[in-house]
């Protein structure tokens, strides 16, 4: 038995990020960006107003107050979008919009409720403003030239913005991974027929398709493989197509598990683990025509595990992602937990947050076909080998696999 760490290291190392291509910035959510984003144009492209308000020369407002308001001229109005007429002289003043570009001479703006009607197109200044205030800056957000949006970064609303802010109606993003799902076993049906006597529901198919899509990648669901050679030597052949191969079953040492076998035979490199982990103790994992292939256990949540762990790092390295492995919180156990050591163990919890911090209850029911508990879980407590059992109130390494802990 090899250890986590070691298999996952292994396998990063055989993979790589995809390519890239170009995407309209409105499909780019979610994806990883390609090169570094450069701004053409500082941000603000000029210095403008932050407020609704007047356009002054500081100087001018010296002595203003509600009892002594001093009168300026207004001599243009200014709305967002609109270039300044003429510099403003002294004693005068510019009606200006948020956004609207700063006009000559003036350096501060005077808030619309800080000031009043005056006669004559005049405008009574009712508080002091310093040099500067309510402007804001030509380049204060970004300067024309500066890495606006870093290569690797995850585009998210807030890069988006950013993207959309320099003026980029398209970016390179890296590819997607197509992986390919193949489930394998002689007792399959598909999930538009009741099973027959003797047969199961291929759900690990559409469980690996969900994971691989959480991923941000793209299944290609292949269905199911029989357990024969040329059945699945068929599939495999097939799955070959894609960037990536995701099988489950088939992996252990039971007579009819071919898998191991029918991917030596496809590809040059073959590697068969069991790793020390519990669920997800069989992996095979091999790379074909550069691509990796990963043989998950027929097991739903053994299944689950080692997808968690092994594939979908794999497929964030393949994105281009640059944080690729889920974090690890320190929590408070909630009941006592009782595990055979020799193996790492991966156990289904619910993870909440009370006004002390983060907990964790291990759930009842750890058999690796239990679909309830996984169900109920948000979070995976990883219990290292050594333990022989965890007290309630120890503090537990916790790994989140979604965020439904952090809403209420
Ligand atoms: P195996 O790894 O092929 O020996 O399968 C281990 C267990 O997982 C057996 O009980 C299988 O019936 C079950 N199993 C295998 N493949 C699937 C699947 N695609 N969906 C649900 N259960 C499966
Ligand atoms: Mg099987």
Same mark, same amino acid.
């Given at each position: 038995m090899i250890p986590v760490q070691t298999a996952l290291d292994t396998i990063l190392k055989e993979v790589a990020p995809l390519g890239l291509e170009s995407v309209q910035l409105q499909n780019a959510l979610g994806r990883t960006l390609g090169e570094d984003a450069i701004s053409r144009w500082p941000n603000p492209m000029w210095n403008n107003s932050a407020m609704d308000g007047y356009a002054v020369r500081s100087n001018d407002t010296?002595?203003?107050?509600?009892?002594?308001?001093?009168?300026?001229?207004?001599?243009?109005?200014?709305?967002?979008?609109?270039?300044?007429?003429?510099?403003?002289?002294?004693?005068?003043a510019v009606r200006i919009m948020t956004g609207a570009p700063m006009p000559e001479g003036a350096d501060a703006v005077v808030m619309v409720e800080k000031t009043g009607p005056a006669p004559d197109n005049g405008v009574f200044i009712r508080s002091i403003v310093k040099h500067g205030e309510h402007v804001r800056l030509r380049g204060e957000d970004f300067q024309k030239g500066d890495v606006a949006v870093k290569k690797g970064a995850v585009i998210r609303p807030a890069e988006t913005a950013m993207l959309a802010a320099i003026g980029s109606p398209f970016v390179f993003v890296y590819k997607r991974p197509r992986v390919?799902?193949?489930?394998?076993?002689?007792?399959?049906?598909?999930?538009?027929?009741?099973?027959?006597?003797?047969?199961?529901?291929?759900?690990n198919g559409y469980t690996l398709a969900a994971l691989v899509r959480e991923a941000g990648a793209e299944p290609i669901q292949l269905g199911i493989a029989r357990d024969n050679r040329a059945s699945l030597l068929e599939k495999l052949k097939q799955a070959a197509e894609a960037d990536c191969i995701v099988?489950?079953?088939?992996?252990?040492?039971?007579?009819?598990?071919?898998?191991?076998? #029918?991917?030596?035979?496809?590809?040059?490199?073959?590697?068969?683990?069991? %790793?020390?982990?519990? &669920?997800?103790?069989?992996? !095979? =994992?091999?790379?074909?025509?550069?691509?990796?292939?990963?043989?998950?256990?027929g097991?739903?949540?053994?299944?689950?595990?080692?997808?968690?762990?092994?594939?979908?790092?794999?497929?964030?390295k393949m994105s281009g992602r640059l944080e690729i492995e889920r974090t690890t919180l320190p929590a408070r156990l909630e009941k006592d937990l009782k595990i055979k050591s020799g193996r790492v163990n991966f156990i289904r919890a619910k993870m909440t947050i009370d006004a002390t911090g983060l907990c964790v209850t291990p759930l009842a029911g750890q058999g690796s076909a239990l679909l309830t508990?996984?169900?109920?879980?948000?979070?995976?407590?990883? #219990?290292?080998k050594e333990s022989e059992g965890l007290?309630?109130?120890?503090? %537990?390494?916790?790994? &989140?696999?979604?965020?439904? !802990? =952090?809403?209420?």
């Open positions: 010296l002595g203003a107050s509600e009892e002594a308001p001093v009168r300026l001229t207004v001599i243009y109005d200014l709305p967002a979008g609109h270039k300044p007429d003429r510099p403003v002289g002294q004693g005068e390919a799902v193949v489930s394998t076993g002689d007792e399959l049906v598909d999930i538009n027929q009741t099973p027959p006597p003797g047969k199961i529901t291929n759900s099988s489950s079953g088939g992996v252990s040492v039971g007579d009819f598990d071919f898998v191991k076998d #029918v991917l030596k035979e496809l590809g040059s490199r073959m590697i068969f683990w069991k %790793v020390a982990m519990k &669920p997800g103790k069989p992996l !095979a =994992f091999g790379v074909i025509g550069g691509k990796p292939a990963f043989g998950l256990p097991n739903p949540v053994s299944s689950m595990v080692a997808f968690e762990q092994f594939v979908r790092p794999a497929l964030l508990t996984m169900v109920s879980a948000n979070a995976y407590i990883i #219990v290292p007290k309630k109130g120890d503090m %537990v390494k916790v790994q &989140p696999f979604d965020m439904t !802990a =952090f809403y209420k």
